[in-house]
């Protein structure tokens, strides 16, 4: 691993070696448009995510953090680079296996939950293994369910449960297939502080309780810090690396981001 | 506000487009309809008005009366008149060989103006004997000028003036009449008021000329031969036995400088009484409006087909209105906030549903117009008896009423959904754009209506169905009707009840473990209004046809029984009788004039066909039956009682044949009061010049056997013979092979006898005519609700397509859990099969029973009617319907498949 080497602040990985990477980047790159009108979303990033981990993504907007999210996540083609899931290099995948490797390998968490609201709780939860035709694991589905505090809100719709809950059902949802790495993409955009807190501490829950990976982008500097390190992008690089993250230590992160303007300056 | 209504409609171009498309064959339908009854309007206008040429003036005879000659000849006197000719009806049988036509006869006219035909080869008959033929009536005789054609006249000649016949047209006419009149009064003919005989001969004619009927004036009968004067006159007297010609009218040309209105005033004042007198664009308009009432009647039936495809198409359009409002709910909802108020939002909506309406409709008029074109262009290539419009002529009714109809339809169908951009809340722009709610509200009046009309229009379908065979036809009809279209309409109206339930269900059933499945039952299930309105859009189409092929199948399984009881034998050959059927004893075997025996070789030809299992040479005669005092007359047949038996459908109506005894339907025996047993006394009878009845030959005992025969009477050919009654055979008697295809039998049977004037009927040849009017019907009223279905069709689509709009999250969600592309476009598959095959299902299975509910209705009268299902056109309709509901699917799930699942990570 020469994750040190690539990282523009030299800094080193979180809490010693993990023992393996989740999820790797190597030289990802991906350009919106052409000519004039082309963006440099992402600047040949180099990272790696360690397995059992809970990590954050942060950086202002326009940074690049749903990018970087999706490419590794397979739902988008790098223009170059090479992305990786455990040491299957997905961005050289065919739709067909990216379908595959989404249904069994990966779980998403999303800003608006994306439930689907003719299908109740239990439904929607066990959604991902009906596509994959595989069966439900009782005790695993009943861990989640208890975990997650679902317990009486199962046979209700989308409709009629809280949006917090909805983010709980749709955590459960991506969770259930036991994927290597679930991605959540401002999770708590859509909840109040109280309910978003929730989600949360159910995210790192899953990770230090169930051994779960998570990689989660945020705008709020209190949601990082429930995360085991917090990866800084600005203008499509990343920028920062901060371990075992406190509020206040990303927030002066992200405002030694805005003070300076070279990218290429921004560390600490 | 405009201009945010059109960029509104910008943005929704391709569900617009798509309702439109919906709208647009539903105005191009009127619009067809309309035109097509105004070129049929147009070409009999042509047609009368091509009869008359260029005459100035027409006098019409009154229609007990006509016009005497001597009313023409004062016509002709009137100052200023140039040419007057007189019309009169009078048609003739030609024979060429074996071929024979019958056509309009006329003489020439005695001005150029007066003539609506052209000659084009030859000359003018000059003298008697002489004729002009139109050049594809030739063709076909197979005769060129310089050739002879003969017609066969009969004429009455009184017993006192024997030698009359002939002695005008002694010259020309080879009379052939002279053995039959020799023969006349031989048995002894009794008498009538008037004696005398009915006197036959052949008239040859030289063809001298070739013509044509360029603008159809004589479209109707195939063709008018122009003879000389002389001998149309005598034809007419033939005709009128000797009474004085009556001309039908009379056409009058002017000289130059004549003054039309003092003309007319002086032939007005010497007319007959009951006489019209109208120059030729009166008389064109009063004609026109007699024969336009069936152009009417055509325009009305096509157009009530037509409104049923723009019902279908505004239920798509509602439909449509409806996803657009629940779409820009947030743009909506952000204009009430700024401001907008209500009836700015209606209005918004209905000017983009006029704008809609007008452009579709528009498309559809001009689309419908090259359509109308289009054909007349074929047509004309066709070259039709009947000289069409080379152009349509496009009134402004063919114009005005499909663009005020289509858009009228678009506009009402849009008027709920605009009510509904009302009820939009300010606060509703503030609410994220979350899941619609699935709780829909219950609509109790709604639910009330539609099983009011329901219950109410089964009842009188019911009583129509039940109580149909004690009222009145008629009445029972317009009951069954009501009640029909009441519980249609109530069907309809409740539909957005149950069919959601139906399509769910069904998936359920179907789909209960694969997951593309369960999405798609469950999507039904998600707007249940529009599930039904687009499942209703189909069921329309799919009830009535079905309903016309359930009634179609049902008549000809009921007409098929009848006609088996109605007709003894499969094919019924008959030589035409002439006037002195029974050939008396002392006369020749054989009348040279009739041009076709039926005789031993012709039956055996028929033997040959494929399909027919027995022929039968039968001697028919006219027979009258007495019994003490009673008398009855009718047909007798005359075969050995064993062919008999074998060639009868129901043999046993022959049981009990013999050589003594004579089989009486049961009709005659009721007449008679005879019963089986009874011995009745049998003679031949002839015809007398007034239709009377005179006995003739002997008369003989025999036992009365009555059965189930239909029609007069069976004896065998020794009991004729008894009768002193020596007559050739007249007719053949087939029974067809049990497995043959009639349709096959019947039009080789009729090849065999093309060349003969022998007739053919039969239950088989019926049931062929009926059969084939039937289908035909059957075919056209399909074709007619096709567009319905097609309109549905698309309805389907859309549907589907919106749907894919608006899950658009929800697919790229599926995507990003593990849904794959064709399991995505296999959801909306199962989902367009699903609302298309149970529109498809619901449809047949309501056809079937307003199928059989008209068919007792109207065919009850007749006897008992078998309801029949026709499985074949029902599975045909399932099987469209399946494929077309998958096939509006293709589209919309690839649009689907596209979507990329990064979009499901998307606020909005
Ligand atoms: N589909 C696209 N087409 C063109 N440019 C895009 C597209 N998606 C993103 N971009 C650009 O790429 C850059 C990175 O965008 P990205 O969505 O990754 O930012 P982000 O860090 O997630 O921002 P935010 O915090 O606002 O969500 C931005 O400059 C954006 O304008
Ligand atoms: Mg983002």
Known sequence: MDSTTATPSGHAPASGAPAAAAVRARGLRKVYGSGEAAVNALADVDIDFAAGAFTAIMGPSGSGKSTLMHLLAGLDSATSGKAYLGSTEITGLGDKELTRLRRDRVGFVFQSFNLLPMFTAEQNIVLPLELAGARVDPAWMDTLVQTLGLADRLTHRPSELSGGQQQRVAIARALIAKPDVVFADEPTGNLDSRAGAQVLSFLRRSVRELGRTVIMVTHDPSAAAYADRVVLLADGRIAGDITDPTPESVLAGLDALRSLDEPEAAMR | MLRLTLAQMRRSLGRLTAAGIAI??????????????????????????????????????????????????????????????????????????????????????????????????????????????????????????????????????????????????????????????????????????????????????????????????????????????????????????????????????????????????????????????????????????????????????????????????????????????????????????????????????????????????????????????????????????????????????????????????????????????????????????????????????????????????????????????????????????????????????????????????????????????????????????????????????????????????????????????????????????????????????????????????????????????????VTSIDAVVTVEGAEATGPLRVLPAPAARGVLLAPDQAEGLDEDSVIVSQGLAEVLGVESGDVVSLGATTLDRTGGTVPTGESVERTAVVTEFGQGFLATPGTLEAMGVDATPNEMWLRMDADADPVDVVSDIQDALDETTVSVAGAALERVMFQRVIDTLLAVVVGLLGAAVVIALIGVANTLSLSVIERRRESATLRAIGLSKAQLRGTLAIEGALIAGVGAVLGSVLGLLYGWAGAVTVLGVMGDVRLTVPWRDLALVLVVALGAGLLASVLPGRAAARTSPVEALAVD
């Open chain 2, 24 to 617: 647009m064959i539903g105005t191009a339908f009127v619009a067809v309809t309309l035109i097509a009854g105004a070129v049929i309007t147009r070409t009999s206008y042509d047609a009368v008005s091509a009869s008359l040429a260029d005459a100035d003036l027409v006098l019409l005879g009154s229609r007990d009366q006509g016009l005497s000659a001597e009313d023409v000849d004062a016509v002709r006197e009137t100052d200023g008149v140039a040419a007057v000719d007189g019309h009169m009806r009078l048609w003739t049988e030609l024979s060429a060989g074996t071929k024979h036509a019958y056509p309009d006869v006329t003489t020439l006219a005695s001005d150029p103006r007066l003539d609506p035909q052209v000659l084009l080869d030859g000359r003018a008959p000059e003298r008697s004997g002489e004729i002009v033929l139109p050049d594809r009536m030739a063709e076909r005789l197979g005769v060129e000028v310089g050739d002879t054609v003969t017609t066969e006249r009969s004429s009455w000649v009184p017993a006192d003036a024997a030698d009359a016949d002939g002695a005008d047209g002694a010259d020309t006419a080879a009379t052939d009449g002279a053995d039959s009149a020799d023969s006349a009064d031989g048995a002894g003919a009794a008498a009538t008021d008037v004696e005398g005989e009915w006197v036959t001969r052949t008239e040859r004619l030289e063809v001298v000329g070739l013509n044509d009927d360029p603008t159809g004036a004589f479209a109707q009968t195939g063709g008018a031969v122009v003879v000389h004067p002389e001998d149309a006159e005598r034809w007419a007297l033939d005709d009128t036995m000797g009474a004085p010609v009556q001309y039908t009218e009379a056409v009058v040309a002017l000289d130059a400088d004549a003054d039309l209105e003092s003309v007319r005033g002086e032939i007005e004042a010497a007319a007959p009484e009951g006489a019209v007198l109208r120059t030729k664009d009166e008389h064109a308009q009063a004609k026109t409006a007699e024969l336009t009432n069936g152009a009417d009647v055509f325009t009305t039936i096509v157009l009530g087909f037509a409104s049923i495809a723009l019902l279908v198409a505004a239920l798509v359009i509602a439909n449509t209105f409806q996803v657009l409002v629940a779409q820009r709910t947030r743009t909506l909802a952000l204009l009430r906030c700024v401001g907008a108020d209500k009836r700015q939002l209606r209005r918004s909506v209905l000017i983009e549903a006029t704008i809609l309406g007008a452009t579709a409709s528009a498309v559809g008029l001009a689309l419908g117009i090259g359509l109308a074109q289009l054909t007349l262009t074929v047509l004309g290539g066709v070259n039709l008896d009947v000289p069409l419009p080379a152009t349509v002529s496009v009134t402004a009714a063919a114009v005005i009423a499909p663009l005020v109809v289509g858009t009228l339809v678009t506009v009402v169908a849009a008027l709920a959904p605009a009510r509904g951009a009302t009820r939009v809340a300010p606060l509703a722009a503030l609410r994220p754009a979350d899941a619609p709610a699935l709780t829909q509200r219950r609509n109790l009046p709604r639910l009330v209506i539609a099983s009011l009309l329901t219950v109410a229009g089964v009842g009188l379908l019911l009583f129509a169905v039940i109580g149909g065979r004690e009222m009145d036809e008629v009445l029972a009809l317009g009951v069954g009707v009501l009640g029909g279209a009441l519980s249609f309409v109530g069907v309809l109206v409740g539909a957005v009840f149950w069919i959601p339930k139906v399509v769910s269900l069904t998936g359920a059933i179907l789909g209960g473990r694969g997951t593309s499945a369960k999405l798609a039952a469950a999507n039904t299930l998600r707007n249940p209004r529009r599930t039904a309105a687009t499942s209703t859009a189909l069921l329309i189409g799919v009830t009535l046809v079905a309903m016309m092929s359930t009634g179609a199948a049902s008549a000809r399984t009921t007409l098929t029984e009848e006609l088996a009881s109605e007709f003894p034998v499969d094919v019924l050959v008959w030589a035409p009788r002439s006037l002195s059927a029974v050939a008396e004893p002392t006369g020749p075997a054989d009348d040279t004039s009739a041009p076709t025996v039926l005789d031993q070789r012709l039956a055996d030809e028929l033997d040959q066909i494929d399909g027919t299992a027995q022929v039968q040479l």
